[in-house]
């Protein structure tokens, strides 16, 4: 069981995440929709309702420290049956976007996933698989992991050798972007 410790508040957290997500996290109520419909919930150490009342209290250092925002889908399931229309994945992805500036990383091979993703969508403009897995592989050192199945995936086409660019410079314009947000991330005190 978490015990949440009152102790360690800290007010201005609560302001900064409804300013950077553009949500009334004190709008919620706690009717747990958001936990319930959660697919998973089950690896979480807090649930979703628990993140959204840590944010509520000021509770800074257990919200951005827990393993539940990295490990959360982004399946807006929450934000879907939100009463309220809190937009909750949304704030979670805002507390992993704080916590990874704080260098927080409560899950490690999941932001090495995510890493590598966003590598090779810089470096394509869209996602190109097997560069994902390569990346990924060598991050986490897990250099063995579901190798296994590729021959399977190859040979459904499921996993292309080459990958798919963006079509007329349009891998070009998304690396801007993406640099763009780097830039203006690290001005405002973090990187991505």
Not at 52 to 81: F, H, N, P, Y
Not at 90 to 111: D, P, Q, W
């Amino acid at each position: 069981m978490n015990v949440i410790n009152l102790s360690r508040k800290d007010p201005s957290f609560t302001r900064e995440v409804e300013a950077l997500s553009g949500q009334q996290v004190s709008a919620c109520y706690q009717c747990g929709n958001c936990t319930a419909g959660c697919p998973a919930g089950f690896v979480y150490d807090l649930q979703a309702s628990q993140i959204m009342r840590g944010v509520q209290l000021g509770l800074k250092e257990q919200v951005l420290d827990s393993k539940a925002i990295w490990m959360c889908l982004s399946c807006s399931t929450c934000t879907l049956r939100c009463p309220n229309n809190i937009d909750v994945a949304g704030v979670m992805e805002t507390l992993r976007h704080m916590a990874r500036r704080e260098g927080r990383i409560g899950v490690k091979t999941v932001n090495k996933f995510w890493t590598s993703f966003l590598d090779t969508v810089r470096l394509f403009g869209r996602s190109y698989e097997i560069g994902v897995m390569a990346l990924y592989m060598m991050r986490s050192l897990r250099i063995f992991t579901d190798l296994d199945l590729a021959p399977g995936a190859i040979i459904k086409e499921k996993l292309g050798f080459k990958p798919h660019v963006a079509p007329r410079g349009g891998a070009e314009a998304v690396g801007r972007i993406m640099k763009r947000y780097q830039e203006r991330a690290a001005r405002e005190g973090g990187k991505q």
